[in-house]
């Protein structure tokens, strides 16, 4: 459902028409130049009967992205769309749609043979996301970790974990030390509830039924010290691969759906995109693609652990959380993304991120020459507009500033900014948006 939000504020803005003007064609900047930047990378879109329902593949980003319409908003007199926009390179349904898989349909499961590649299947899967990496085929596990061999080593069926298109949740399974009757395995629950096990020379896929939990041996839900938090599909040893249905466990869902009333909106008037990614949490906390805020458009407020990457690197530089052998303190995956946070339907919550502005680790990649440029970073400044007056306040503004010695300290002005750690010099700007006042918040991103 797309919806239309209209406020006169004042508060400078511009860069729009420019911003536009520069993505029709030309020379392509790369993020480092300042100028416009422009997509003229490879023309990454599936074909059309690939496309899920509501992509925009029009716009000036859609070679790069898959841009969907969500809605509409006004900001100081110009309108934009609100898109939610994911590199085509991490979409699942144009990396894979293309490939047909044997595939068996039971009652409530698909079975895929997919040797061992993370499947799609149309309008069960449309929003579940493809992670690019070496060896992983598509499942969110380490880039050189190879499903099939992982199986093999560990034996039995296992659940690999998948992940979702910004602004989507995804389920999760339960682990614990008592298994099930012939269980080898110890994961025996998922969130939504499936769950898979031996049946003879094959598997059989269960659904829990939390009105009665002893159904199937165990006690649901089940919390203690002997548990984490999985996400995934369940793969077996001969690469088929466990899907099930949605009327049974839902693969992403929004529960309610995109916000509608769009209490807080994010707008990049910045000159490149701005890559956003989210962790695996709970989990092992690794980065994931999630929202790319695209110049000249509004992102929709969405869920989600958010870890902000440089403006105008890809995603593929953004979305990972490795060591690269440098000496000392070598966290590239958190050196490299200056804010976290972001907003949804419940409030806002803007900060610096503690990686990027950790004393020692940002002295030692210093040292080291892995400094930003001042163009791959940027400043966030927050507005909230009052609608039971129909005026407007600033609530503060989040920025960088460079030292001599080239180190980037975080700075934080404003009536609503304050310390999130003293040590490290963080702010935050964080609070509710009251819809029922008619309340709006805006987060302008814009160049240093």
């Known amino acids: 459902m797309k919806s239309a939000i209209t406020f006169g504020i004042g508060i400078g803005m511009g860069l729009l028409s420019g911003v536009l003007a520069g993505c029709s064609g030309g020379e392509g900047a790369d993020g480092d130049t300042g100028k416009p930047w422009v997509d003229n990378g490879p023309d990454n879109r599936p074909e059309d009967a690939c496309l899920a329902e509501g992509v925009d593949n029009s716009t000036p980003f859609s070679k790069t992205y898959r841009v969907k319409h969500i809605g509409d908003t006004t900001f100081q007199g110009t309108p934009y769309e609100i898109v939610a926009s994911m590199p085509w390179t991490y979409t699942l349904q144009a990396v894979q749609c293309e490939k047909a898989f044997p595939m068996v349909e039971t009652e409530t499961h698909y079975i895929v043979e997919s040797n061992f590649e993370l499947p799609y299947i149309k309008g069960i899967m449309d929003d579940v996301a493809w992670t690019p990496g070496e060896r992983n085929k598509g499942w969110s596990i380490g880039s050189n970790d190879d499903p099939g061999e992982l199986i093999e080593k560990n034996g039995g069926m296992r659940p690999f974990i ?201 002295a030692a990649r210093t040292q080291m020459g892995d400094i930003p440029t001042k163009d791959q970073l940027y400043k966030i400044t927050l507005y909230r507009y009052l609608g039971k007056d129909g005026t407007t306040e600033l609530l503060g503004t989040l920025s960088y500033e460079q030292q001599e010695n080239g180190e980037w300290i975080p700075t934080g002005s404003g009536p609503e900014v304050h310390s999130l750690n003293d040590k490290n010099g963080r702010w935050i700007i964080n609070g509710p948006v009251f819809q029922d006042r008619g309340d709006h918040v805006f987060a302008i991103l814009e160049d240093l």
């Open 162 to 362: 998948y992940h979702v298109n910004g602004g989507y949740e995804y389920g999760y399974s339960v682990y614990n030390q008592d298994p099930l009757p012939g269980d080898p395995i110890n994961f025996t629950g998922f969130r939504p509830t499936w769950v898979v096990h031996p049946d003879g020379d094959g598997y059989e896929m269960f659904f829990l039924n939390p009105a009665a939990p002893d159904s199937q041996g165990f006690e649901w839900p089940r919390h203690g010290a002997n548990w984490q938090l999985n996400f995934g599909l369940y793969v077996d040893p001969t690469g088929h691969v466990y899907v099930p249905k949605p009327e049974k466990a839902k693969l992403a869902s929004h529960d309610e759906g995109w916000d509608d009333y769009h209490g807080c909106v994010t707008i990049n008037k910045a000159n490149a995109p701005i890559p956003t990614t989210r962790t695996q949490f709970p989990g092992n906390e690794s980065y994931y693609a999630s929202e790319t805020f695209l110049p000249g458009y509004a992102a929709p407020g969405a869920p989600g652990h958010k870890y902000w990457g440089h403006k105008g690197r890809p995603m593929e530089e953004v979305a990972i959380w490795e060591d690269d052998g440098a000496p000392g303190l070598n966290s590239p995956g958190n050196y490299h993304k200056p804010y976290s946070g972001g907003c949804d339907k419940a409030g806002y919550n803007f900060a610096h991120a503690e990686g990027f502005t950790w004393p020692e680790l940002r």
